[in-house]
């Protein structure tokens, strides 16, 4: 069996860096895995997704709609856009951080209101977080990516200290401290959330 | 030792693992990171050639002159590339040579979905397709053996999806190869027809010997699972399969994708009840199965169109529907925009203000294309910007309605000898050089004019005026500008298109995203002098949005260009 995770956004927004640091933390898991990038036109503020799948032998470097175990959202628009491709019974996690688009800041379209309640109304397991703002506490509202790591740790499935090796080795080494702050500082929110 | 690496980079740790001394490639995507990643490792010389027939040429003198050498481009590189690419077959090589060829299935960042393997077939090139970045690295190695052994260039064919994945890769280390002695052999190398009739007759021979070896290459492989469901697949699209059927069919691999094997096929056809063909774009092996006299599914069920994938294969093939659901709300479109304080968007804005039928060209800026600029009426190839503006308007005259775009890196690569034809025939079109000092689309690498080499060592500042001032443009016609002083570039296009003989306009401003590019603060909105009137959201910069009436500029991506401010007549900004 494969554990598959979208990590959704957009472009700029740092998800490089988030699939780089679950495809390190799997293959430190002793698993098989493949990590699909996007790079190239949609990097320029479009829509953005990258896939990471590992477990004993994974050969698609994509997810298909209904087969993500875990969606990692940094946008809510995003994480609507691609909820489709969450697996029954998954878990989305999603920063709560609006980011018009072209359309929108034009005016041709709307940004849809209400996003949170109509998913959450789908029944998904959805955990939304003000990834930026834990981020900022931390030190840095940049280190947002590395923050909804931490938010989702428990659903990612590696062991903490794996994981937490991971984004250590693939931060910049000078926002290090920010980068393990905010990781902490996230699943600590997240394991909150999870008792109330 | 085992590491995450993208398939790309593991194409690159082939070559240095191969002994390649020599890389000559541009930059497209997905092909760019290969040669990006060659240039890490000393031992080998690499390079950014100003267009894939330059880097082809290179690769190809280096080959003959007794090195290994790659060049690497995306699938319409292989167009600009094709002269060479046909006649390299007749000549051999002497050194292995590689040529790195990326499609992209589902234009991810491309202008049409080119199939390459059409070239191996058309130039009677060998060609291998590896499916993950472990044989990405190993057919690279496996394409010099064969390069060598069979005296030809090969085509290494990626694809997107595989040039773009990570996954485990062993390294190994780097066997060096000394340079062969150099033999002067004209009757090999000089191909004019009385050689070339010979030559063309060892290249049949060799095609001969290679469908040989395709029965039996190890780069072609069997997984036999029993005897009903048999697939036929290659490359990433194995991958697809295999996560379709897993255990429940058997698989022929195809690793050399041209010559195609006959027995090989045949022997798996007669073992299977039913044959599927899974291939993205062309039927290039169904057609093959088919001449053999196999009924096989394939594209009858499968697309032509666009990328695959897993899920694709498991509706068509097996009928089986995705289980997901979605919200009611529509969903707005993201498309892709130019980067807040983007040089070019000055420039469009300006065009479509002076309602100029604009003819583009390659870049980030296509991207003046889309709402609110809205200011490019064609974009076709590489440096086709000047030469079908000129054409349009030796129908239809209206020198004044019509101006050419085009980046610097595009214009280096294919702008030139359209100028010179613009130049020569007696034309008097306007074109406008955006120069933002670097290969800006494909992430950022330098070019002829950026005064620097891919290896990091400083190269002659080639000078735009210079150039096209030899190149026959009055020199008094040929005007530089900062395009985010919106009056001065309104003024000069103006008055280059009213001029009534060719004129270069050069819009120099670098990208907004190069590190020595110094960011300002970020503009404010004066909340009392702003009257919502909207002007300020026509250059289309996704810092600024009007609610209630008012501008609001997002902080966090201001780069404090200023263009904003010289739109808003209140004094607002
Ligand atoms: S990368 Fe540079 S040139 Fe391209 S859109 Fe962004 S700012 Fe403009
Ligand atoms: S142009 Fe000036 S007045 Fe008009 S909306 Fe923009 S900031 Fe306000
Ligand atoms: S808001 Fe104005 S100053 Fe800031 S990046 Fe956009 S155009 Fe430039």
Redesign the pocket.
């Known amino acids: 069996m494969s554990k598959n995770i979208m990590i959704v956004g957009v472009g700029g927004q740092g998800t490089l860096l988030a699939s780089k640091i679950l495809g390190r933390a799997a293959m430190d898991s002793g698993l098989d895995v493949k990590v699909s990038e996007v790079h190239g036109m949609s990097q320029?503020g479009g829509s953005v997704v990258t896939y990471v799948r590992f477990g004993d032998e994974v050969y698609s470097p994509v997810i298909g709609r209904g087969d993500a175990d875990v969606i990692l959202s940094f946008e809510l628009l995003e994480a609507a856009r691609w909820l489709p491709n969450l697996k029954n019974g998954g878990v989305l996690v999603t920063s709560t951080q609006q980011i018009n688009p072209m359309p929108v800041i034009t005016g041709a379209a709307e940004y849809p209101e209400g996003l949170l309640d109509d998913i959450k109304a789908l029944g998904v397991d959805i955990r939304a977080f003000d990834a930026p703002a834990i981020a900022a506490e931390a030190g840095n509202a940049r280190a947002a990516n590395v923050a909804l790591i931490g938010l989702a740790a428990d659903a990612l499935g590696f062991d903490t200290e794996i994981l937490r090796n991971a984004v250590a080795a693939c931060v910049p080494e000078k926002a290090l401290e920010i980068n393990m702050k905010a990781f902490d500082l996230a699943a600590a929110r997240a394991a909150e959330a999870k008792r109330n | 030792m085992k590491k995450l690496l993208l398939g790309n980079e593991s194409v690159a740790r082939g070559l240095w693992e191969a002994g390649v001394r020599f890389v000559s490639s541009y930059p497209g995507t997905p092909s760019t990171e290969i040669t990006e990643f060659a240039a890490t490792y000393p031992e080998m010389y690499s390079e950014w050639a100003p267009n894939e027939k330059v880097a082809f040429e290179a690769a190809l003198g280096a080959a003959v002159g007794g090195g290994r050498s790659f060049c690497g481009m995306k699938h319409v590189g292989l167009n600009v590339a094709a002269d060479p690419l046909f006649v390299s077959g007749y000549t051999g090589i002497g050194g292995g040579m590689v040529i790195g060829v990326a499609d992209d299935p589902g234009m991810h960042s491309s202008q049409n979905e080119q199939d390459s393997r059409h070239y191996a077939i058309a130039a009677k090139l060998p060609m291998v397709e590896p499916s993950n970045a472990a044989e990405c690295k190993e057919y690279t190695k496996a394409a010099y053996e064969l390069s060598e052994r069979f005296d030809t260039p090969v085509i290494l064919r990626l694809t997107t999806r595989v040039s773009h994945s990570r996954s485990p890769v062993e390294l190994s280390e780097r066997v060096e190869r000394e340079v062969a002695p150099y033999v002067k052999d004209p009757g090999k190398h000089v191909m004019m027809p009385a050689n070339a009739k010979k030559r063309h007759v060892v290249v049949e021979e060799h095609l001969a010997a290679l469908a040989e070896y395709a029965e039996v290459t190890p780069l072609n492989t069997v997984e036999e699972n029993g005897a009903e469901i048999g697939v036929i697949t290659a490359g990433n699209c194995w991958n697809y399969a295999k996560e379709t059927y897993g255990k429940s069919a058997s698989y022929l691999k195809l690793g050399l994708l041209n010559p195609l094997p006959k027995k090989l096929i045949l022997d798996f056809a007669a073992k299977h009840s039913t044959l599927v063909v899974i291939e993205e774009l062309d039927p290039v092996i169904e057609n093959h199965c088919r001449a053999l006299g196999l009924t096989v599914t394939g594209k009858d069920v499968l697309p032509l169109c666009g990328e695959y994938s897993e899920e694709l294969l498991r509706e068509r093939l097996l009928g089986i529907e995705p289980d997901c659901c979605e919200v009611g709300a529509p969903i707005p479109a993201r498309p892709p925009v130019?980067?807040p304080?983007?040089?070019?968007r000055g420039v469009f804005y300006t065009l479509q203000k002076l309602k100029l039928r604009v003819s583009g060209d390659i870049g980030?800026?296509t991207?003046g294309a889309v709402p609110p600029l809205s200011a490019i009426d064609s974009v076709y190839c590489m440096g086709a910007s000047i030469s079908s503006l000129h054409g349009a308007c030796k129908v239809r005259g209206e020198e004044d309605k019509y101006v050419a775009v085009i980046g610097d890196s595009t214009f280096m690569h294919s702008g030139l000898t359209g100028l010179v034809n613009v130049v020569y025939n007696g034309g008097n079109t306007t074109t406008l050089i955006l120069d933002?000092s670097i290969t800006?689309?494909t992430g950022h690498q330098d070019n002829p004019l950026t005064g620097k080499t891919l290896m990091g060592n400083p190269a002659p500042n080639l000078s735009l005026e210079a150039i096209c001032a030899a190149l026959g443009v009055p020199a008094d016609h040929i005007r530089a500008v900062d395009p985010n002083d919106l009056a001065e570039l309104e003024k000069v296009v103006k008055e280059e298109v009213a001029a009534p003989c060719p004129s270069v306009v050069i819009c120099r401003r670098p990208?907004?995203?190069l590190k020595s590019v110094k960011k300002n603060p970020p503009i404010q909105v004066d909340a009392e002098k702003c009257v919502g009137c909207r002007s300020c959201m026509k250059i289309g910069c996704p810092c600024i949005s009007v609610t209630g009436k008012k501008a609001k500029i997002d902080e966090s991506m201001c780069v404090g260009c200023g263009l904003c401010s010289q739109m808003c007549r209140f004094g607002a900004l």
């Open positions: 320029r | 130019l980067c304080g983007c040089p070019h980030c800026y991207l933002n800006g689309m990208c907004a995203l």
